[in-house]
Nanobody, 126 residues
Framework: QVHLAESGGGLVQAGGSLRLSCAVSGRAFYRYAMGWFRQAPGKEREFVAAADWSGGSTVYADSVKGRFTISRDNAKNTLYLQMNSLKPEDTAVYYC???????????????????WGQGTQVTVSS
């Protein structure tokens, strides 16, 4: 059974940086596309960034493009999200997710992911 565990969240001032990690166990991590989503209080979960199975193809939400970078280390079974120039509107619980279709491109829709982590809180103060 696949298990995802996010870490790296916290409280940071506007303009600061954080790096989130998502450790995956229970499956061959390198075969599957991965993504990051976030959910702010009172709002729906929204797409942030995604990477294909190799990490060579990535996509981003317009709101984070140029500030966030998704990457993966297939040898360590770990997905990352480097977040720079953080804004108060980035405050949310951040979730990582994995698809269950092998060797596919990055995916923007939550329905295309089959397993999720518990989330890590990111709070950006103004």
């Amino acid at each position: 059974q696949v298990h995802l565990a996010e870490s790296g969240g916290g409280l940071v001032q506007a303009g600061g940086s954080l790096r989130l990690s998502c450790a995956v166990s229970g499956r061959a991590f390198y075969r599957y596309a991965m993504g990051w989503f976030r959910q702010a209080p009172g709002k729906e979960r929204e797409f942030v960034a995604a990477a294909d199975w190799s990490g060579g193809s990535t996509v981003y939400a317009d709101s984070v493009k140029g500030r966030f970078t998704i990457s993966r280390d297939n040898a360590k079974n770990t997905l990352y999200l480097q977040m720079n120039s953080l804004k108060p509107e980035d405050t949310a619980v951040y979730y990582c997710a994995t698809s269950d279709v092998r060797y596919t491109g990055p995916k923007r829709l939550a329905d295309e992911y089959s397993a999720w982590g518990q989330g890590t809180q990111v709070t950006v103060s103004s």
